[in-house]
């Protein structure tokens, strides 16, 4: 582009002396100039005619066909060879054309045979190369000039390197001819490194051409003088020589060897460093990651009141406060898809995520930043101060929060928290994102990012954020977008390519992973019974029919590895020698510990899920909150689209829960080799999806599930029945959790059936004994885990919401699965009744004492849905989940009693029971759920009280003074 507007600008702009006149001119200027003392002048011709050269120069740089070309037809090699062979010629001037030359004619992409065939570089050698090299090593004044110096040094020794290494140069047969120049050039340059001026950097190039000129003499088979051969032999060995010196001095530095007596001390001072660095690393990241992430989540706090950052009055703040910033930003989201700007899109849908979550604890400092930046962003000196009222919540003095609008807010589930720095209910906030265009973005953004997965998961989760608590305006609304045949088609067909691939993904996968845990139960018997034979034959231990099996030969391991550790211990304690080698042995024993964890390390990465199967979690929550309280109208969509192509997604679920647990691979009893640590929550999720979808009842999907052609009911049932080891030996917890959701949703799919169709399904490879076990053997591991709590001090700042399963809850929801499957099972049925007679031969102390808590703490109503209050159904529900109906009809409730109900105290009944309202028809159902939340603060609060010595206390003072008033 520079040389086609050179070309264009004509010869005003390109001014060259090459005819005669011209010529004589530019030589009465360099003849001037030489008589001056100063440098070029700016604006001085000459300086002007060097920098237009050099810039032809750059032009050629880098082998460049079509400025190689005009660039020939502006200089010719003979005007070039003539302007620098001229005596009077400037060392500036000579500096420029040698570099346009070696650019032009030398080092192109393509042969220049003029410059090889003809003699005009030999002319240039011999007139004018050899007379500066000589100038500058024989005479001092020119050996002092900068300029000559620079020129020759680097213009000309790469001039010599480039033309007589260059590929053409080899197929020319002139170089024969001219030896004398050839070898006149090589002594001039070795000439050249005899001068003590020479900084490293002029040496390393001088030498370089150097042996760029021997190579070519060898290639050509020129003759060179004896002393000048040996002379060139000579600086080559040393210079080869202190290269190698280099190199090893190089080698050495960076491998240093130690003594063997201070190896491990510096091993130990060399951790010691690093942990200490990590120990600072980790302390200033304590202290710093609440100061950042303060600083960040004021993003948030400028969204909710994003007018205050306009003045008052202005159009800008209006939109603002109607929401047009959120609208606008919403919109420019999908943009963002469209234009493949992904990472950005990511952080706009995370920061509208954020606008739902709940506040966090960022500490004193992080508070006090997020006060100070909150005032510099809204309270800015140009703008003038804002009155209390409009200023963010986290800037008033205390959050203010109209009592009367509270009184219309959600009152119950995660609905009604509150989030205090928007000042809004999170079913409130959902509902302003939802106005602005929030869930119409997730449905388009499920559609369009099919090939974006960070996007996918981001919309998805935004979807969730919405949905919390299953809220009923946002459920509704898409269902209404939903009812479009096109859209429901493209969103749900994405969601059914995903379960597909997933199972696909696990079923590439799962194979290898069973191999794996087979070969290592074989490989560690095998070790295991080595082990044995190697210890009889040492003693000479002969069989004496003893059977080993492989609980005793746990605890021998147990008790094994206990002695070593009591020895190790024992041989601590001593110093001296014996403390000495151990602390010389640690070093080793520290790597080998490394290298043990980074083996554990890569067998959990084996066991961890790919992208493909952990996108199922959320893709499942979001379905599962699509149906949360019941939603008939998605439970439906969700079946059956009534489309060309359904995709039904709740068999397709079914068939993901089949997938996981390895059901398509061999018999139900193999469980513990496919339920881990890293797929359990993803289980348990689709566990609770399908619950949704079958609870209300919707007797469609019910049917769907158990009736469908897979395993699905018999891997729930296996749940519920089976020991799933190894994860129950180490996290019994998510054990009980599995457990618990399988047997909510078998009863969901039973819920308020007038047949005994699916009941049937259920128990048909169902062993029903092995149920009451099941049931029995939770609820005494409560007792065992009671023991072992009384055992420890109790801790006073525990909190008494614990969220983990309880196992005698877990075993209450599988009785109540009993229960109900009972009255289609006689088996079952006297199975339950047995305990109740202590004659019976197949009675049980144990299961008789769990069946009796659970009979009594086991309840049943009948419920007309229609007497209980609309604001109540919510907070209701979470106790009893299947009550809702449409009609009048009675519903048969069977519910577990919650132990908190037992601190409710005899006087509040007796106030319940006389207090309530009885005027209206109905009015004493509202006005009892009204007294709801402060009956259970009080259990809580006898709950509390009682634990403590100080309740004991109470309840016998109080007990006193009864009777003494009894008395008065």
């Not at 600008?9 to 011209?22: A, M, P, R």
């Not at 020119?142 to 033309?163: D, E, H, I, P």
């Not at 506040?359 to 005032?375: C, F, H, S």
């Not at 009255?823 to 079952?828: A, D, G, S």
Request: hydrophobic residues 40%; proline residues 3%.
């Amino acid at each position: 582009m520079v040389m086609q507007e050179l070309i264009n600008s004509g010869e005003d702009v390109l001014v060259f002396y090459n005819d005669k006149g011209s010529f004589n001119h530019f030589v009465q200027m360099m003849q001037q100039q030489m008589l001056r003392v100063e440098k070029l002048g700016d604006d001085s011709p000459l300086k002007y005619h060097v920098e237009l050269v050099k810039l032809l120069a750059c032009c050629t740089m880098g082998k460049n066909v079509y400025t190689e070309i005009k660039c020939n037809n502006l200089l010719s090699l003979d005007d070039i060879v003539t302007i620098i062979c001229h005596p009077l010629c400037m060392p500036e001037v000579k500096e420029a054309y040698v570099d346009f030359l070696n650019h032009c004619y030398i080092d192109t992409e393509v042969e220049m045979k003029e410059i090889y065939a003809s003699g005009h570089m030999w002319s240039l050698f011999e007139k004018s190369v050899l007379v500066d090299i000589n100038q500058l090593v024989t005479n001092a004044t020119a050996a002092s000039n900068k300029t000559l110096q620079a020129y020759v040094l680097n213009g000309v020794t790469n001039l010599l390197g480039s033309f007589f290494a260059s590929p053409f140069s080899d197929q020319s047969a002139i170089v024969q001819s001219r030896q004398l120049i050839f070898v006149q050039l090589l002594q001039a340059a070795h000439r050249l490194t005899q001068c003590r001026w020479l900084s490293l950097g002029d040496r390393f190039n001088v030498e370089n051409c150097i042996r760029t000129l021997t190579e070519s003499a060898k290639m050509r088979s020129i003759a060179l003088p004896p002393e000048l051969e040996q002379q060139v032999a000579t600086m080559s060995s040393k210079t080869a020589m202190l290269t190698r010196q280099t190199t090893k001095w190089l080698l050495a530095s960076k491998q240093p060897k130690y003594e063997a007596h201070q190896s491990a001390s510096l091993m130990r001072w060399d951790r010691s460093i690093i942990e200490g660095l990590q120990d600072i690393v980790s302390l200033l990241e304590d202290q710093l990651k609440p100061v950042v992430e303060a600083e960040l989540s004021l993003l948030v706090d400028i969204l909710y009141r994003s007018e205050l950052l306009f003045p008052a009055g202005t159009e800008a703040r209006k939109r603002c406060e109607s929401g047009g910033f959120i609208r606008k930003l919403i919109k420019h989201t999908e943009k963002l898809l469209e234009e493949k700007e992904e990472r950005m899109c990511v952080k706009v849908l995370r920061t509208l995520r954020e606008m739902m979550a709940i506040d966090v604890n960022y500490g004193e400092k992080g508070d006090a930043l997020r006060q100070t930046l909150l005032l510099r962003y809204f309270q800015s000196k140009s703008t003038p101060r804002l009155p209390e009222e409009e200023l963010p919540l986290p800037l008033r003095a205390a959050p203010l929060v109209d009592p009367a609008k509270q009184h219309h807010l959600v009152t119950h589930g995660p609905g009604a928290k509150y989030l205090q720095r928007a000042g809004k209910t999170l079913h409130e906030m959902q509902n302003h994102l939802d106005r602005e265009g929030a869930s119409d973005l997730v449905v388009e953004l499920v559609i369009k990012s099919v090939h974006s997965p960070n996007i996918f998961v981001e919309a998805v989760e935004l979807g969730i954020a919405l949905l919390e608590g299953g809220n009923p305006i946002i459920q509704k609304g898409m269902f209404q977008k939903f009812l479009s045949d096109d859209l429901n088609q493209a969103f749900f067909k994405v969601f059914f390519e995903k379960m597909k691939d997933a199972q696909q993904e696990i079923k590439s996968t799962v194979t290898v992973n069973t191999t794996d845990i087979a070969a290592k139960a074989h490989e560690h018997k095998q070790d295991t019974s080595l082990e044995l034979d190697k210890i009889s034959r040492k003693h000479g231990l002969k069989s004496n029919g003893v059977v080993i099996t492989e609980e005793l030969k746990r605890e021998l391991h147990n008790a094994g590895l206990a002695t070593a550790r009591a020895y190790g211990n024992a041989r601590n304690i001593h110093s001296g020698e014996e403390s000495s080698a151990i602390s010389v042995n640690s070093p080793l024993e520290d790597i080998l510990a490394e290298k043990l964890e980074k083996h554990k390390d890569s067998r959990e990465q084996r066991n961890q899920l790919s992208n493909k199967v952990l996108v199922m979690q959320p893709i499942l929550r979001f379905l599962q909150l699509l149906c949360e309280n019941h939603n008939p109208d998605m439970q439906n969509l969700l079946r059956n689209q009534n489309n060309k192509t359904n995709n039904n997604l709740v068999s397709e679920t079914l068939m993901f829960l089949d997938c996981i647990c390895g059901s398509t691979t061999g018999g139900l009893g193999l469980l513990g080799l496919y339920i881990n640590e890293h797929n359990v929550a993803l289980i348990n999720q689709t566990l609770e999806a399908l619950t949704e979808y079958c609870q209300g009842p919707c007797h469609e999907n019910q049917n769907c599930i158990a009736t469908h052609e897979s395993n699905g009911l018999d891997i729930i049932t296996a749940l519920i029945l089976n020991n799933i080891n190894p994860l129950g030996e180490n996290r019994m917890d998510l054990v009980l959790e599995l457990k618990n959701n399988a047997s909510k949703l078998l009863l969901a799919i039973m819920e308020s059936r007038g047949d005994s169709e699916n009941a049937e399904r259920i128990l048909y490879n169902m062993n029903p004994k092995q149920l009451v076990e099941v049931a029995c053997k939770a609820y005494h591991q409560e007792e065992l885990i009671d023991e072992q709590d009384d055992g420890d001090e109790p801790d006073a700042g525990s909190d008494d919401d614990d969220a983990t399963v309880s196992p005698r809850e877990v075993g209450h929801n599988i009785y109540i699965l009993c229960h109900q499957l009972a009255q289609h099972n006689k088996e079952l049925a006297g199975l339950l009744k047995a305990s109740e007679d202590p004659q019976s031969a197949s009675f049980d102390a144990k299961t008789s004492q769990a069946l009796m808590y659970y009979a009594t703490h086991t309840a049943q109503i009948e419920v007309d849905i229609v007497l209980i209050p609309s604001n109540h159904l919510t907070h209701i529900a979470s106790f009893l989940p299947q009550i809702v109906r449409n009609d009048r009809t009675l519903e048969q409730i069977v519910f577990p009693i919650p132990e908190i109900c037992e601190y409710l105290t005899t006087d509040t009944k007796i106030k319940i029971l006389n207090t309530a309202e009885r005027d209206d028809q109905g009015s004493k159902v509202a006005d009892f759920f009204d007294k709801a939340e402060e009956m259970f603060n009080e259990m809580k609060w006898q709950k509390k009280l009682r634990s403590t010595n100080f309740g004991k206390l109470y309840g016998n003072c109080r007990l006193t003074f009864g009777f003494c008033v009894a008395h008065l």
